[in-house]
């Protein structure tokens, strides 16, 4: 029942803050952006205190620690990569091309004849 109300804080601290964001509108947005930031900041805070939020905080640790295992491709293969995958595209763009124009002629021409003149 405590996770709960935690959790409803929480939720208030983040829609206080947007609201914060909105009334302050006379004011510099430096200071809106900051009522905002905290209202997140204090959000994050109270929903650290429940039980789903250290699990959720623990799973972002873990897929941070995940990312930076992998090993990423260099510029030059992701460059080929992207060569490949673009030559794919124009060799696929031109069978359908084909394939349609060929459909075309085979039913408009041969078929139906609607294009004799």
Same mark, same amino acid.
């Given at each position: ?9 929480? +939720? ?57 295992? +992998? ?13 490949? +995958? ?32």
């Amino acid at each position: 029942m405590a996770d709960k109300f935690k959790f409803a804080l929480a +939720v208030l601290l983040l829609v206080a803050g947007v609201a914060g964001f909105y009334l302050l509108a006379e004011q510099a947005m430096i200071l809106r952006v900051l009522a905002m930031l905290a209202g997140a900041a204090l959000a994050a805070a109270a929903a650290w205190q429940t039980e789903q939020g250290r699990r959720f905080f623990g799973f972002a640790k873990e897929a941070t620690t995940e990312a930076k295992k +992998v090993v990423w491709p260099s510029r030059k293969e992701t460059m080929q990569t992207t060569g490949l +995958v673009f030559a794919f595209v124009v060799v696929m763009a031109l069978f359908l091309w084909l394939t349609d124009k060929s459909l075309e002629w085979v039913l408009y021409d041969i078929v139906l004849g609607w294009r004799k003149a």
